[in-house]
């Protein structure tokens, strides 16, 4: 499902939005992010965003702790760069639980945070440098989607992980790249570099010198490479 026509302009979407400060999770255009929503703060939220705007920005911790994945401390200060999602499925589960999809619209800037009595983080939102995430597809042209394709074969084979090749070679490269920059397995300083990348093309370089680096530090003979 992909949300962006919903906004034809940056101005549709909302200047101030509740935000979920997750380490190691970036959220891109068209790309979905599944969450398990448990806590009480995070549960409220949704019920909010569900009953309102349906948008919540994701964004990383400034310095991320491996131990927490979401901070406790509400004065955490934030990763100035975060993505705006929409949730397009919600599940409520009996044991009180919210399964909630959120599919990315744009990436935004945080301008300043808004004091609010609500439990969660709200943030006053500049996309103005983003206007091009709400463009479909926008660049992906430049993108060497075979050496793409070809170095995530290669990563796959040594890590013994699978795939459906059928579904990923009919895949738009935009969502491709998105997609797996979302789900890739790097550190948080690296998702970043993903997700602040400033292009689709750049982005899928950087997806593939990072997988390049994870090949040479996790072949024992030495000969991962991405071609």
């Not at 979407?13 to 448990?38: D, H, K, Q």
């Not at 983003?130 to 926008?138: F, M, Q, S, T, V």
């Not at 935009?174 to 789900?183: A, F, G, T």
């Amino acid at each position: 499902m992909f949300p962006a026509p919903r906004y034809n302009h940056t101005s549709d979407l909302p200047v101030s939005i509740p935000v979920f400060p997750l380490t190691g999770a970036i959220l891109l255009p068209r790309a979905t992010m599944p969450l398990n929503v448990f806590e009480p703060r995070y549960l409220a939220m949704t019920d909010n965003a569900v009953a309102g705007s349906r948008i919540i920005g994701i964004v990383q911790p400034l310095k991320p702790d491996p131990e927490e994945e979401s901070p406790q401390q509400p004065v955490v200060p934030l990763k100035a760069v975060g993505c705006a999602g929409r949730i397009t499925a919600f599940q409520e589960l009996d044991d009180g639980r919210i399964l909630i999809s959120l599919t990315g619209i744009a990436r935004f800037r945080i301008a300043d945070e808004v004091e609010t009595d609500e439990p969660y983080r709200i943030c006053r939102i500049d996309y103005s440098a983003y206007e091009n995430d709400l463009i479909i597809g926008y660049g992906e042209e430049d993108v060497d989607r075979v050496a793409l394709l070809d170095g995530l074969r290669s990563y796959m084979a040594i890590n013994n992980l699978e795939a459906d090749w059928d579904a990923i070679g009919k895949a738009p490269t935009e969502l491709l790249v998105n997609s797996l920059s979302v789900i890739s397995p790097f550190g948080p300083e690296e998702k970043q570099a993903l997700l602040e990348a400033p292009d689709i093309k750049t982005r899928a370089e950087t997806l593939a010198t990072l997988a390049k680096m994870e090949l040479a530090s996790t072949d024992p003979s030495g000969g991962g490479q991405m071609q």
